[in-house]
């Protein structure tokens, strides 16, 4: 049995990027043993020649050639999206890209599964027309959330199926709880950026760990994406806010050392989403700091009570100290089982799939 797993790099600098990769591997193996995995993503990866841009992509639906040859030689491909790229609010050529691979693994004959996953928003009538078609001949889809579902249903997914991130699907670090708090501090939100005002966010996290210092609480800063030549990575900005507040700063070497880190904390506070699903999926209390609507469905989803919205008025450090100060083990070790069986779905369905 060979799998190809698209979007998602075990060697990624975004550690949540590598948590689909680690996530979508563990349920392969669930789903069907002894299984060979390989991936691609942007970078470098697994296939045989670089993958290129929209237009090389494109002339490979026209003719034979050896990345067609190379996906023939899969029993099936599991196509991430890279978690929350089904969607054109990222712009069209991304989902042009993406897309295109997906008709190349058409061309091999080869089945495609969407792992779980953000479906949507689709905001152009030729964004919502790649996702018809790709929905449409997918073997599989799982939505980790029930807007993303509904969307993936009105669009005419072909076998669409309700479950979680891949994350709850890792192994369990097995730790004592010796560390207070645990805060992620986003490097895309520190700057200008799409979705939330970055002078704002700087001003929240600067007020949010004046207000824990005031109460008392230890606070060590964990980057979740780890340092790169990209100006998308968390590491400068822990850096800067450790030196300057006399904090000490975690910047993890793999997915395994960051879980372990979230599992010794008794709460978490995270502006990276992964940062929040690994935490919960390792029993630890979070506090999201969400700048966009995939946070909230999928936390319903798993049971989760709440987020605190970064793009919404009001007094977001008082809401953010309130659920940290109401943080409970309990819920996020119940919240954790949830997910737990939902994963069960997701590798039940995906051994029939193919």
């Given amino acids: 049995m060979r799998a190809l797993i698209l979007w998602a790099e075990p060697g990624s600098t975004n550690l949540g990027v590598r948590v689909l990769a680690e996530g979508a591997e563990a349920l392969a193996r669930q789903a069907f043993g002894d299984v060979e995995v390989s991936h691609q993503g942007y970078g470098p990866g697994d296939a045989p020649v670089p993958l290129g841009s929209n237009r090389r992509m494109a002339a490979r639906l026209v003719r034979e050639d050896e990345v067609v040859d190379w996906l023939r030689t899969f029993d099936v491909v599991l196509d991430t999206r890279a978690g929350d790229s089904f969607a054109d609010i990222y712009g069209l050529p991304r989902h042009r890209r993406m897309s295109l691979l997906h008709e190349a693994v058409l061309r091999a004959g080869v089945p495609v599964v969407l792992t779980p996953q953000t479906v949507g928003p689709f905001q152009t009538r030729q964004g919502r027309w790649l996702a018809q078609r790709t929905l449409r001949t997918s073997v599989l889809t799982m939505a980790r959330d029930t807007r993303s579902m509904e969307v993936a249903q009105r669009l005419g997914a072909r076998s669409p199926l309700l479950t979680t991130d891949v994350c709850f ?32 966010y700087q001003q929240v996290v600067r007020t949010l760990l004046e207000r824990l210092e005031l109460a008392g609480r230890e606070v060590t800063l964990l980057a979740h994406v780890v340092d790169s030549p990209l100006v998308d990575n968390d590491v400068p900005v822990v850096t800067a806010l450790g030196q300057e507040l006399g904090l000490p ?92 069986q939902d994963i069960d779905l997701a590798v039940a369905a995906l051994a029939r799939a193919v």
């Fill in 169 to 200: 699907a890792l192994p369990q670090p097995r730790v004592v709880r010796d560390v207070d708090v645990v805060v992620n501090v986003s490097g895309l939100l520190w700057q200008p950026n799409p979705h939330v005002d970055h002078e704002r």
């Fill in 249 to 340: 700063v975690v910047v993890p070497t793999d997915v395994v050392e960051a879980r372990t880190w979230l599992a010794r904390a008794r709460v978490a506070v995270g502006s990276r989403m992964h940062a929040c699903l690994n935490a919960l999926s390792v029993g630890t209390p979070a506090v999201p700091l969400a700048y966009s609507r995939k946070f909230k469905p999928l936390l319903d989803r798993i049971g989760w009570p709440g987020t605190v919205d970064l793009r919404a008025d009001g007094d977001t450090v008082a809401e953010a100290m309130a659920m940290i100060d109401g943080s409970s083990e309990r819920a996020a070790q119940e919240v954790r089982e949830h997910a737990r």
